[in-house]
């Protein structure tokens, strides 16, 4: 089972790196990523083996927690899904996931 962020359009925003096993277990994921969001080690890139720019964040280094949802063909559109999704774990309740 995996979390998703869904964007106020309805677009998927962002995605968890990993399956959990509980609904429950995705609700922790979520609600640390929002306690820590000030720790968050973004990581943006080239994808490997389709076109575009994907950005994923971990909490330590090497172990990503989230992903973006897709890749985008622009590195500006990449930098702003990461601005938007940060700016979503900051301003969404918990009972909104």
């Given at each position: ?11 998927v ?23 820590r ?5 973004p990581?943006i890139?080239?994808a ?20 973006s ?22 301003v969404t ?5």
């Amino acid at each position: 089972m995996r979390w998703r962020l869904i964007a106020p359009n309805g677009r998927v925003l962002a995605r968890s790196a990993r399956g959990h096993v509980t609904a429950g277990a995705c609700r922790i994921e979520l609600d640390r990523l929002r306690r820590r969001v000030a720790d968050l080690v973004p990581v943006i890139g080239r994808a490997t083996g389709a076109p575009g720019w994907f950005w994923s964040v971990a909490l330590e280094p090497s172990a990503p927690v989230a992903l973006s949802a897709r890749t985008y063909e622009r590195l500006e559109s990449c930098q702003v899904s990461y601005e938007r999704f940060v700016r979503l774990l900051t301003v969404t309740e918990p009972h909104d996931w």
